[in-house]
């Protein structure tokens, strides 16, 4: 805790609750609580929102444990993905024996793949209801980050709310990061549901508006849970997203192109419908487009506010937003805190299990655009396995809105690898969102309208429209030598050769045929 710098006494003062002020107490202390084998909810949302110190002081101990020759890991569970001062930290010290339901730290990433971590890959709208059913075992410990505490005990979420009610419902025990970096002018940005309920005795979820708000803006917590609070000072670690490139630039004008239409055909309104986007470089280039296109004004009701949305909201062409984290490069954290005030009233911050919830994206009529890693020809989509068995980060909450999407875009660049790969493949390596919920796919290449079409008429518009031309040939030749000779017309596979790619590149390093060096 960095006294000399901002002061613990300062950041203590924002717990106004007399009681929970005498638990205050260090990072160490409170790490000092968890025990070997504890499963921990931790807060934490596409790099915002997570606990900045305990986990570090975690995995030193842990650190310490095994070079002592004892055994010592604990389960995280978290809204989605931290930073490197939590999932980074507490996976270099072999500290993690399950993670869920989402990441995105490249030492996780490389120690899931080589089997040191167990990965429970989770639809993010799926885990409260998982967990309060029980089915990962007792929550032994939450570990929250919150912006303040108030004179009743309540808790002022900070910049992602994630699942952070549920590990405060359920946890044994409690330990709070009052972080000082987060504005206390976030006060009042959310809205936390208390009346989620187990079957049979579910309500509908009143929400017909990105804006309405059916909860509470404060976090609700048992006081005699909570064992440790720990002042801190630190910035969330967002990844930056990269300047909108040639690629992403032509994405962006085939998806207005495409809403343009859909206008005109009298499907959507001049408004369009409530936006969700993915993260990612990609979508947040489509994002920041939508401000120079004719559609006014936008709602957003979706899992993150990135950039584009922001500029969005900035500009005037986004009405409202409605999220449950931030997920923004440090230019724009510093332009939305220098003007919170102006975005208080258009951005409410949810639960992931409200954010995501598939009666409310139904009901909303949300356009979900998303990012792949490849497509087959039929309109299959992985989006979180490299090559069939290597996981990259997790399907997230891209399940959640595009199987309950009015309209559900896919887009990616149509070659990866400086094209030794292509994102249109004859057979998806592994299948995340199946053809039947896949709407439309978009490359730099073009639009892929899937909608009414059956698998043969899917292929031959994916091939021609989206893949790329050094690849266009070799799916043809594919697609019809399937067709002509496959044992069921209806989705022709030739299954000797459906991953041939794959392996040709996992053996070659490209997935094109290596051809005979010219004489």
Not at 68 to 82: E, K, L, N, P, Y
Not at 115 to 133: F, K, N, P, R, T
Request: hydrophobic share 40%; with cysteine.
């Amino acid at each position: 805790m960095p006294d000399s710098v901002v002061g613990s006494a300062h950041i203590a003062g924002r717990v106004r609750n007399k009681a929970l002020k005498r638990k205050l107490c260090s990072a160490e202390e409170a790490a000092a609580l968890i025990a070997p084998g504890a499963s921990v909810g931790m807060s934490g949302f596409t790099g915002s929102g997570y606990p900045k110190e305990v986990p570090g002081e975690l995995a030193r101990r842990i650190g310490e444990a095994h070079e002592r020759g004892q055994d010592f890991t604990v389960s995280v569970w978290t809204g989605a993905s931290t930073a490197p001062e939590l999932d980074g930290l507490l996976a270099s010290a072999d500290g993690i024996e399950l993670r869920m339901p989402y990441q995105s730290d490249p030492v996780s990433r490389a120690k899931i793949n080589a089997g040191a971590i167990d990965y429970l890959d989770v639809h993010l709208s799926h885990v409260a209801q998982m967990v309060w059913e029980g089915f990962f075992g007792k929550l032994d410990f939450a570990l929250v980050e919150v912006a303040g505490v108030t004179e009743d005990g309540e808790l002022i979420p900070s910049s992602s709310v994630g699942n952070n009610k549920t590990w405060l419902d359920l946890a044994d025990r409690v330990i709070l990061e009052v972080n000082g970096w987060q504005p206390e002018g976030l006060e009042g940005m959310h809205d936390v549901y208390y009346g989620t309920a187990l079957p049979p005795h579910r309500r509908p979820i009143e929400i017909v508006a990105p804006a309405d708000r059916i909860g509470a803006p404060y976090l609700r917590c048992d006081p005699e849970k909570i064992v440790a609070i720990v002042p801190t000072y630190g910035p969330d670690r967002n990844t930056p997203f990269k300047a909108p490139d040639v690629i992403s630039n032509r994405i962006a004008g085939h998806v207005l192109d495409f809403l343009g239409q859909e206008v005109k055909r009298g499907r959507l309104p001049r408004g369009l419908l409530p936006l969700q986007s993915g993260v990612g470089n990609v979508t947040n280039a489509v994002l920041a487009s939508l401000n120079d296109g004719p559609f006014r004004p936008l709602t957003a009701y979706t899992e993150v506010i990135q950039d584009g949305m922001l500029d969005l909201i900035k500009t005037g062409t986004l009405d409202v937003a409605s999220a449950t984290a931030l997920s923004l490069s440090d230019s724009a954290v510093a332009a939305f805190y220098a003007r919170l005030g102006d975005y208080r009233d258009r951005i409410v911050l949810r639960s992931q299990e409200i954010s995501n919830h598939p009666e409310v994206v139904r009901r909303l009529g949300c356009l979900a655009m998303n990012g792949m890693i490849e497509a087959d020809i039929y309109g299959n989509v992985n989006s979180t396995h490299i090559m069939g068995s290597k996981i990259q980060n997790g399907i997230g909450g891209s399940g959640d809105f595009a199987r309950n999407a009015y309209v559900s875009i896919f887009v990616s660049p149509s070659v990866a690898k400086g094209g030794s790969i292509s994102s249109i493949v004859p057979m998806a390596s592994h299948v995340d969102h199946t053809e039947h919920d896949v709407h439309v796919l978009i490359t730099e290449q073009g639009i892929a309208d899937l909608r009414g079409l059956v698998p043969r008429q899917r292929a031959q518009r994916i091939i021609s429209q989206c893949a790329h031309p050094d690849y266009r040939d070799a799916l043809q030749d594919y697609f019809d030598r399937a067709l002509a000779t496959a044992p069921g017309k209806h989705t022709p596979h030739l299954l000797d050769e459906a991953l041939s790619w794959h392996a040709r590149y996992l053996a070659h390093g490209a997935m094109q045929p290596h051809r005979a060096p010219e004489s």
